[in-house]
């Protein structure tokens, strides 16, 4: 991934330097001085590893400077894919007119060419500015409400609350996260369920920022599956971990619920968890879904798969499943990436979707991965999902 990253500034970089900074009538100094804050923004990454010495993507440091650093990388990327996008544009009308003229356009091209560019810059830097604030905000609560055909008439609703890739690290304290735990308890959910991605750093180092989480309240209580960033840092030190601030992990199990609640209303859920690919790394077993599923016959009781990735939906509508919630897409973050997020997640993005006879439901993240820290259109959520019977007794 370090070298991935490093092609990646160079290459930012080098675009720059070429088509905004070289054609620039100014003194050579001031080039100099532009490129210099260009490879800072572009090298953001490799400077604060440089500075904090262990975690590349997730320095523990200041959030002021995270943040900043996250911000300027953010603009300089979004600067040169805008410039690339207006070259593609810009490409023929340049060599329209030297046709047309039978000169290369002069100097009136090159004022409004920079002119443009400079335009160019000031709308992304305040694109990204919105955007970064926009990943930094508390989450919304969204209801989404669901009708399941083989839910009894008779049955209660059951309030299902998804909390999805809280990706704890240096810019995220125990406030962040207490103030989650109080907008989910005032839901006065049945139970709590965490789709996957809860931190970016070692447990010693960041697993306070979640120690909120232990008062999460609800009946049936929290279930949690793993993520792929959940491999990254010391998998075995986060399940502990949570599992001490009461998170219960079902990564290949299947269990049932039940509850009374007063009046004699009877609450019933099964649940099934799967890890995420990546977790085999970690040592941990993936059981298919044709196991897992195997000893469901009776399917009065809603059956609910918990799945980081959403692009295991077409599998899963092949069993009896009744819904599916899954993460990890945060949304798609912005126009542009959704489209991409799309294509690698089996065309889900966020939001409910219909798979055969199952539903789906993506969040687009209760939080957010900090070194791609944009949110333009998509804010982060808690998502408060009502099942209820498709048919209610008359």
């Known amino acids: 991934m370090i070298l991935y990253a490093t092609i990646f500034a160079l ?3 080098l675009y720059i330097a070429v088509r905004a900074i070289a054609p620039l009538r100014v003194h050579a100094a001031v080039k100099v001085l532009l490129l210099l804050l260009t490879l800072i923004a572009a090298f953001k990454f490799h400077i604060l590893y440089m500075i904090e ?8 440091l200041p959030p002021a400077v995270v943040w900043s650093g996250c911000w300027l990388f953010c603009a300089v990327t979004g600067y ?75 049955a209660a609703p059951l309030r299902l609350v998804q909390l999805s890739d ?10 962040f996260y207490r103030d989650i ?3 989910t308890n005032a839901l006065k959910p049945d139970i709590v369920l965490i789709t996957g991605d809860l931190a970016d750093g070692p447990a010693t180092v960041f697993g306070k920022a979640l120690e909120p989480l232990a008062d999460l309240d609800s009946p049936l209580g929290v279930y949690a599956v793993t993520g792929n ?18 998170v219960t992990f079902i990564d290949g199990e299947v269990i049932s619920l039940s509850t009374e609640l007063e009046g004699g209303i009877r609450k019933e859920l099964r649940l099934i968890g799967v890890p995420d690919p990546i977790m085999s790394h970690s040592g941990m077993s993936r059981p298919s879904l044709s196991e897992l599923t195997s000893d469901i016959k009776e399917r009065s009781v809603p059956t609910v798969l918990l799945a980081h990735r959403p692009n295991t939906a077409a599998e899963a509508a092949q069993y009896p ?11 798609g973050q912005f126009p542009g990436l959704q489209q991409m997020v799309a294509r690698m997640n089996g065309g889900y993005v966020y939001g409910l979707y219909r798979v055969g006879d199952m539903q789906l439901y993506v969040s687009p993240g209760t939080s957010l991965w900090t070194p ?5 259109g998509v804010p982060p959520e808690i998502t408060l999902i009502t099942l209820q019977p498709a048919a209610a007794e008359k």
Request: with cysteine; net charge positive; proline share 5%.
């Open 166 to 175: 809280l990706h704890a690290d240096s810019t995220k304290n125990a406030d």
């Open 80 to 154: 040169a894919l805008f410039l690339l996008a207006a070259d593609i544009v810009r490409l023929p009308l340049y060599l329209g007119l030297w046709l047309i003229r039978k000169r290369r356009p002069g100097e009136t091209w090159r004022s409004l060419s920079q002119a443009f560019n400079l335009s160019l810059l000031l709308l992304i830097m305040g694109l990204t500015a919105h955007g970064t604030y926009s990943g930094t905000v508390a989450p919304q609560v969204t209801q989404v409400h669901i009708k399941l055909p083989h839910m009894p008439a008779s």
């Open 53 to 60: 010495g262990e975690n590349f993507f997730t320095p523990a």
């Open 372 to 376: 791609v820290c944009l949110r333009i």
């Open 321 to 331: 499943i009744d819904l599916q919630l899954s993460g990890h897409t945060h949304g």
């Open 229 to 246: 960033h959940d491999c990254f840092h010391g998998t075995k030190e986060w399940l502990a971990y949570l599992r001490g601030l009461g």
């Open 11 to 13: 290459a930012v970089s």
């Open 181 to 183: 735990v109080e907008r």
